[in-house]
T-cell receptor
């Protein structure tokens, strides 16, 4: 079945550690997105990529990094510079920027 | 810049009653509008979208929404809710020149038996 796969489902980060969240899609979508979700704040855009080897910062990019080396993959690294990383992270993709986005099931990141 | 405001953070309603979840937006250009649903610990699923054409949009699970340009609103309605509709609902707005969606803060629909 086509879809978006995020892994792991749960992730724990130690102080000073970088962690990477995986997002893979087999929908042949060009655009991919990373959102952060905190209670009562909706979804906030971290980074997005409209084409391979290109990506743009969203509204809260500080402390995060991404790469888009393959069309199917858009991993997100939460660096040690992100001082409050505890949140639910959602990856999405769309055929183009004008249409609806398809979401993965999310990764819940907590700090040990 | 665009923005989205969901006017209610929580909406409690009894089963089989009608419900309306309110969404207002602001934008200086033409917009595309979306409603998504999120069940606990899951991703978002598209309910319906307005791109152009008829202002009354029908979606999945019996939901519909009406685009009102003069009032800059896109309220979501369902004539009779079920317990299974209990979830968080997000309104989102996009434009052709930004390549991204702006989400509202979400409305929690609580359907009581």
């Amino acid at each position: 079945d086509g879809g978006i796969t995020q892994s792991p489902k749960y992730l724990f980060r130690k102080e000073g550690q970088n962690v990477t969240l995986s997002c893979e899609q087999n929908l042949n979508h060009d655009a991919m997105y990373w959102y952060r979700q905190d209670p009562g704040q909706g979804l906030r855009l971290i980074y997005y990529s409209q084409i391979v080897n290109d990506f743009q910062k969203g509204d809260i990019a500080e402390g995060y990094s991404v790469s888009r080396e393959k069309k199917e993959s858009f991993p997100l690294t939460v660096t040690s510079a992100q001082k409050n990383p505890t949140a639910f992270y959602l990856c999405a993709s769309s055929k183009d920027s004008l249409l609806n986005q398809y979401f993965g099931a999310g990764t819940r990141l907590s700090v040990l | 810049a665009q923005s989205v405001t969901q006017l209610d953070s929580q909406v409690p309603v009894f089963e089989e009653a009608p419900v309306e979840l309110r969404c207002n937006y602001s934008s200086s250009v033409s917009v595309y509008l979306f409603w998504y649903v999120q069940y606990p610990n899951q991703g978002l699923q598209l309910l319906l979208k307005y791109l152009s054409g008829s202002t009354l949009v029908k979606g999945i699970n019996g939901f519909e929404a009406e685009f009102n340009k003069s009032q800059t609103s896109f309220h979501l309605r369902k004539p009779s809710v079920h317990i299974s509709d209990t979830a968080e609902y997000f309104c989102a707005v996009g434009t052709s020149n930004t390549g991204k969606l702006i989400f509202g803060q979400g409305t929690t629909l609580q359907v009581k038996p």
